[in-house]
């Protein structure tokens, strides 16, 4: 399996939203997400949720198949 993600858009002012994306190929195509954040306030089990940061964040993706 492998993972393609982005952000639209990449660059926001504080608490302005962004989309995350996450695409999987590969594997069985049925697919768990885990979204978390540095600073870690952020947290989804969502393919493609949005976020709304108020600093300079890092976004990390986890998906199960």
Do not use: K
């Not at 594997?27 to 540095?38: A, H, K, V």
Request: aromatic fraction near 10%.
């Amino acid at each position: 399996m492998s993972i393609t993600t982005t952000a639209d858009p990449i660059e926001v002012c504080a608490g302005d939203p962004t989309e995350l994306f996450a695409n999987p190929s590969g594997g069985s195509g049925t697919y768990t997400y885990s979204w978390t954040s540095t600073p870690g306030v952020f947290m989804s089990d969502l393919q493609n949720p949005s976020a709304y940061p108020q600093e300079t964040t890092t976004y990390t993706i986890s998906v199960d198949d």
